[in-house]
């Protein structure tokens, strides 16, 4: 199973950007899922998550700029970022699990899966 991002680009300050994140397999069911960044020289921050049931939490510093959302039939996540500002420049990733799904006729999980990163940055 395999978490694939798109989305990240160059934009200007106030303006906006939209991540998705898809999992590809033979999936039955993802958990939790979420997008963590990481600027340079800076550790890697968890952004925002959502719950199977669509129960979301932010990071304080992307409260009401940002929207994390899922499609659980297409097996998709989503980030809309608005007014994005130059400290939102960073790598972002997304990540999954547990992710139950099929290895042949076997049912596995993952526990925690990672996405390859997509590159954001926000001029000013």
């Known amino acids: 199973v395999q978490l694939q991002a798109f989305g990240g680009g160059l934009v200007q300050a106030g303006g906006y950007l939209r991540l998705s994140c898809t999992a590809a397999g033979r999936i039955f069911r993802i958990d939790a899922m979420g997008w963590y960044r990481q600027a340079p020289g800076k550790q890697r921050e968890l952004v925002a998550s959502?719950?199977?049931?669509?129960?979301?939490n932010y990071a304080d510093s992307v409260k009401g700029r940002f929207t994390i959302s899922r499609e659980n039939a297409k097996n998709t996540m989503y980030l809309q970022m608005n007014s994005l500002k130059p400290e939102d420049t960073a790598v972002y990733y997304c990540?999954?699990?547990?992710?139950?799904?099929?290895?042949?006729?076997?049912?596995?999980?993952?526990?925690?899966?990672w996405g390859q990163g997509t590159l954001v940055t926000v001029s000013s």
């Open positions: 959502i719950t199977s049931g669509g129960s979301t």
């Open positions: 990540n999954a699990g547990p992710i139950n799904y099929y290895m042949g006729d076997a049912m596995v999980a993952a526990r925690d899966v």
